[in-house]
């Protein structure tokens, strides 16, 4: 099982984000159906934990180049329109 192998290789870091999340999905897909020794099942959990922490320092250092690129100008996202926005 692929997600086993690699999970056994809790150190190496993955080539890129999309990569990660590659990964993240076998190692669940893995977990999820069950067939996993108790010590790979560690092993893969472990992995995923290390996996997700570099997607998110990832999304982190991304989240601040975008601010410094806009200036740090960002707002969020309306997701309802104002009530000006209905009177026109």
Do not use: F, W
């Not at 076998?26 to 790979?40: F, K, N, P, R, W």
Request: proline fraction near 5%; charged fraction near 30%.
């Amino acid at each position: 099982m692929p997600a086993a192998k690699s999970a056994r290789h809790t150190d190496a870091a993955p080539a890129s984000y999309e990569q990660a999340l590659v990964e993240l999905e076998q190692i669940v897909q893995a977990m999820e159906g069950g067939q996993l020794s108790l010590d790979d099942t560690l092993a893969a959990y472990k992995r995923g934990n290390l996996l997700l922490q570099y997607c998110r320092d990832k999304l982190q250092a991304v989240e601040q180049q975008v601010q410094v690129l806009d200036g740090e100008q960002l707002q969020p996202l309306r997701t309802e329109p104002d009530e000006e926005d209905d009177r026109v």
